[in-house]
C-alpha cells in the first residue's frame, strides 16, 4: 500500500449505529487530519494530530470522535449521527504541520446517515 | 467573510481552450498558495504551489499569486478531456484554508 488509505469507501449508517472510519498512511509522516467535504462547501478540518496528540478541534460536536494511536493511524469514531453529517470524509497526512505546504489526501469514505 | 471564495462554477470548455480558474481571499498573513485537482471519488492531490507572490509555471499549467489584491489563479493551456476535474484552491496560514472547489469538464 502507498500514500494514504481509508476504509471503508463507502458507509451507510442508522442514526442510532456506532462505526469507525480508518486512516493509514505509509508515507512516514508526522501529522494527520480529517476533514469533512460537502457539496458547494469548501472542505471543513476536523481534528489535526501532529506526532499521536490532537492539535486541533475546529468546533466538531461530539458525536465525532477521533483516535490516534499512532502516528500512520487515525481512526474517526461515530456514534448517534444525524442526516446532516452525510457527506465525504478525507484522510489527510503531511510531514510537518506548521510548515509543510503540502497535505496528501486519501480517497475518502463517502458517509451516508439514514 | 469567509477566508477563501471560489467560485464552484461549473465551467464547461471545449478540449484546446486555456481555463482560467481564480480564488480570492481574506487574511494578508497567507504565505502559501496552493491548487489542489481531484477527479470524481478520489481525494484531492496538489498540483501546484506557489510561496507568496509571483507565477510559476508547469507543464501547460500556471500558477499566479497578487498578494495586493488577494488574489491567485491557475490558467490551463490546451485543456484536455483528462483534466476534467474539481480544482481546489487552498491556503496556508496557521492552518490550511480551501476554497469550495471549481467543478470543470472539457468536451472533446
Known amino acids: 500500500e502507498t500514500g494514504v488509505t481509508q476504509t471503508p469507501r463507502h458507509l451507510v449508517m442508522g442514526m442510532t449505529n456506532k462505526k469507525s472510519l480508518k486512516c493509514e498512511q505509509h508515507l512516514g509522516h508526522n501529522a494527520m487530519y480529517w476533514y469533512k467535504q460537502s457539496a458547494k462547501k469548501p472542505l471543513e478540518l476536523m481534528f489535526v494530530?501532529?506526532?499521536?496528540?490532537?492539535?486541533e478541534n475546529n468546533s466538531v460536536p461530539s458525536r465525532f470522535s477521533p483516535e490516534c494511536p499512532n502516528s500512520s493511524h487515525l481512526f474517526l469514531h461515530l456514534h448517534t449521527l444525524q442526516p446532516e453529517d452525510s457527506a465525504l470524509y478525507l484522510c489527510?497526512?503531511?510531514?510537518?504541520?506548521?510548515?509543510?505546504?503540502?497535505?496528501?489526501f486519501g480517497p475518502g469514505t463517502r458517509l451516508t446517515v439514514t | 467573510q469567509k477566508e477563501v471564495e471560489q467560485d464552484p462554477g461549473p465551467l464547461s470548455v471545449p478540449e484546446g481552450a486555456i481555463v482560467s480558474l481564480n480564488c480570492t481571499y481574506s487574511n494578508s498573513a497567507f504565505q502559501y498558495f496552493m491548487w489542489y485537482r481531484q477527479y470524481s471519488r478520489k481525494g484531492p492531490e496538489l498540483l501546484m504551489y506557489t510561496y507568496s507572490s509571483g507565477n510559476k509555471e508547469d507543464g501547460r499549467f500556471t500558477a499566479q499569486v497578487d498578494k495586493s489584491s488577494k488574489y491567485i489563479s491557475l490558467f490551463i493551456r490546451d485543456s484536455q478531456p483528462s483534466d476534467s476535474a474539481t480544482y481546489l484552491c487552498a491556503m496556508r496560514g496557521n492552518q490550511f484554508y480551501f476554497g469550495t472547489g471549481t467543478s470543470l469538464t472539457v468536451i472533446p
Open positions: 489527510a497526512s503531511s510531514q510537518d504541520p506548521s510548515a509543510s505546504y503540502e497535505q496528501y
Open positions: 494530530y501532529n506526532f499521536k496528540e490532537q492539535t
